[in-house]
């Protein structure tokens, strides 16, 4: 089990948000792997010889990274539990990780980071499109 | 002149957003000090003799930080410039700023430090407003 | 094998730094596993009973994973490695990940989640020793 | 006077650390500032014709952008103040705001954004060697 599921499972009272345990850790680990490959994406990006085209992809990486960055921390206090604010920034996270997922997809025949990233980001999206549903 | 607004104004071929440098550069200063003056709140609180009355504003404290930061390096990246996913963001920061600012104020009687951070909170839910109305 | 794996793996030219693949990845792994928990430790701390003798405990977690956060990106980035700065970081994250884990395991048999998130900082604290002892 | 300056004058009992609190406070202001001058850089150096030679200036924004802000909100919890943690830390921000500092300097004749943000460098530089010598 990742840290994040072993954390939420030792909470004391246990958490109290619209989800349970194995859905919240699903969405923390998708977020964190999400962010990593992001911010690896820009640099691999980087050293590609297409540089130009390339640029559309490094500014989502970028985006995406500090956004589910800062979204797996929030995830990770779910004491405080504010119904609407969790729905913004999931709905955020998923409008970046389809945007940035889409992108790397377009360069995966060409780059095999591209393709590992654009895995991460369309199955951080959908971790979120899952919490988004059993909160609403 | 901030760095923001010297960085902005430097760009090349000028920024491409619904809000002119000015207004831009306002909100990510709002949201880098917002972000800064709630890590300084939370480590000031766990000083507090009346620790267990501050564990929310601890908590809002944290969030605000964290998704404050985030959107001030979205938005220091101006190129890209997805309006849905600006509104998001936006919107959660106004979320998290106006909960952060209300708990912060209930203490600032007790506690300056309160009373600073409800100012930075409060600034920067009105210029995340005044960015917002100008998007929409 | 993790996204940090599958991207180092996929970098243009391979890496060219101090160590392997396999040891990269599972440092910034163990980093990035080391915030989360850290993160989560803050928050289930907060809602202990014994709420004053856990504000050490909070204080290193927020240190810890600030420092781990960063640190995993930059090391998610290789294709620039100035050894002199990484050392300067991973000393940083071994200091901060030793005195984090020590004060989590002060409090590991009373609660589960500092259990956990000892484990976590202990980890991270090798792996980055053990990619210091590859560097020098 | 900056919230970090007013934050700093606000926490109970003083600060207790190896600094005062107007030495203190300009140095998180200049990480804060130098941080977000780096992340406004890369996306402005994206922007340019010459993107090629951009390339390493990018990756040092990068890198400084993220040990610069985790290094503001360490410093920005003064309450735990482990000098070497602290130091290893600063110099670290020497080391890399030193090195983006040099490169963006080199395209200051070209590019106003470099320019300000070499500006933003060196006066972090700065302010952590300061920082630096009165803790030693």
Redesign the interface.
């Known amino acids: 089990m990742?840290?994040?599921g072993?954390?939420?499972?030792?909470?004391?009272?246990g958490i109290k948000v619209d989800a349970n345990v194995d859905v919240l850790a699903e969405v923390?680990d998708a977020l964190?792997?999400c962010a990593?490959?992001c911010?690896?994406?820009?640099?691999?990006d980087?050293?590609?010889q297409n540089?130009?085209e390339m640029?559309?992809c490094?500014?989502?990486c970028?985006?995406c990274?500090?956004?589910c960055?800062?979204t797996?921390?929030?995830l990770?206090?779910?004491?405080?539990w504010?119904a609407?604010?969790m729905m913004?920034?999931l709905?955020?996270c998923v409008?970046?990780c389809r945007?940035c997922g889409d992108e790397c997809e377009r360069h995966a025949p060409m780059?095999?980071?591209c393709?590992?990233?654009a895995?991460?980001c369309f199955r951080c999206e959908q971790t979120c499109r899952g919490l988004l549903d059993v909160m609403t």
């Open positions: 990742s840290y994040a072993q954390m939420l499972g030792a909470i004391p009272g923390i964190g792997d990593q490959a911010a690896a994406d820009t640099d691999a980087l050293s590609e540089l130009a640029v559309p490094i500014r989502l970028e985006d990274a500090d956004v960055a800062a797996a921390r929030v990770s206090r779910p004491a405080r504010d609407r604010f913004l920034l709905e955020a409008a970046v945007s780059h095999g980071h393709r590992v990233c895995a991460a």
